[in-house]
C-alpha cells in the first residue's frame, strides 16, 4: 500500500510543476518575443521484483513507481507582428534568432526591442550588445534603417548585417530568463538568411490565454485526482494498522 502513495505523490508533484509551467506562460502573454514552453511527462524508472525463497529467487516482473518531469522544452511557433514605428524595433518571420553578447556569453533572443547606448551601440533594453556578422553594431549619427535581409544602413550605406541564426537541433537551446536564449552545446547555430526582419515591428509571445487556462483547470484535476488517491490510502493504510494486527491474534 505505501507503494501506492509514492505513486500518487509522484502525480501529484507532476501536476504541482505542470500549474508551474503554465503559469510562468500565462505572466509573460504580454513579453516581446516571449516562447511558451511544455512539460513532457514520462514514466519514472520501474523497480525489478524478485520472489525470494529460502536459497532462491526469481524475476517477478517491473513494477511502476509513478511519473516524472521528462523536459521542458520550448515551443518556437511564430507569434504575431505588431507595429510601434519605432525604426529600432525589429520583428523575426521565420526560424531565426537575434544574437546578443551578454556578460555570461552570447545568447539568442527574439525579443528586438533594441535602443542606442551612449556609446552608439546597438543594444537590447538590457543593455546587452546586439551583434552583426563583424561583431558588435556601432551607429554613427542619423537615421537607421533595416532591410528584410538584417543589413542595417546609415547614410546609403550598409554599417553592418544583423547576426541571424537558426538552429539544427533547437531542442538544445534553452530559456535564461528576460527573453533570451541558450544553446548548451548541442544546438549547432548556423547563419540564417531565410528569415525576413521587420522595421518598426515587435513580434508578441506565442502563449495563448485561453489555450493555457484551459491546460491549468487540466493540471488542477489532475492534481486533485492524485490527492484522493493518496487520501484514500492513508485511510486504507490506517485500517490496517488498526485491525490486522487485531484480527490476527484473536
Known amino acids: 500500500m505505501v507503494r501506492g502513495l509514492y505513486t500518487a505523490a509522484s502525480g501529484a508533484l507532476v501536476a504541482q510543476a505542470q500549474a508551474d509551467t503554465i503559469a510562468n506562460n500565462l505572466a509573460n502573454v504580454n513579453t516581446t518575443g516571449f516562447k511558451r514552453t511544455l512539460l513532457q511527462v514520462q514514466s519514472a524508472r520501474p523497480m525489478d521484483v524478485y520472489l525470494t525463497a529460502k536459497s532462491s529467487s526469481s524475476y517477478v516482473g517491473s513494477l511502476g513507481t509513478g511519473a516524472e518531469v521528462g523536459d521542458t522544452p520550448a515551443v518556437f511557433e511564430q507569434g504575431s507582428l505588431k507595429s510601434t514605428g519605432n525604426p529600432l524595433d525589429t520583428a523575426l518571420m521565420g526560424n531565426g534568432f537575434f544574437s546578443v553578447q551578454t ?5 539568442y533572443t527574439r525579443d528586438g526591442q533594441f535602443a542606442r547606448d551612449n556609446n552608439g551601440l546597438l543594444v537590447t533594453l538590457d543593455g546587452n550588445r546586439v551583434l552583426g556578422r563583424n561583431g558588435p553594431i556601432q551607429l554613427g549619427n542619423g537615421d537607421v534603417t533595416v532591410a528584410q535581409n538584417g543589413d542595417v544602413m546609415q ?24 527573453s533570451l536564449f541558450a544553446d548548451t552545446g548541442a544546438a549547432n547555430p548556423q547563419l540564417d538568411t531565410a528569415t525576413s526582419v521587420h522595421q518598426g515591428f515587435l513580434e508578441n509571445s506565442n502563449a495563448n490565454v485561453v489555450r493555457s487556462m484551459v491546460d491549468l483547470i487540466t493540471a488542477q484535476r489532475w492534481f486533485d485526482a492524485n490527492q484522493k488517491v493518496i487520501q484514500t490510502q492513508d485511510t486504507a493504510n490506517g485500517y490496517a494498522i488498526a485491525n490486522v494486527g487485531r484480527s490476527s491474534g484473536q
Open 155 to 178: 547614410n546609403n550605406r550598409v554599417v553592418d548585417t544583423l547576426r541571424i541564426v537558426q538552429f539544427q537541433n533547437p531542442t538544445a537551446v534553452r530559456p535564461e530568463g528576460d
Open 103 to 107: 556578460p555570461a556569453g552570447v545568447r
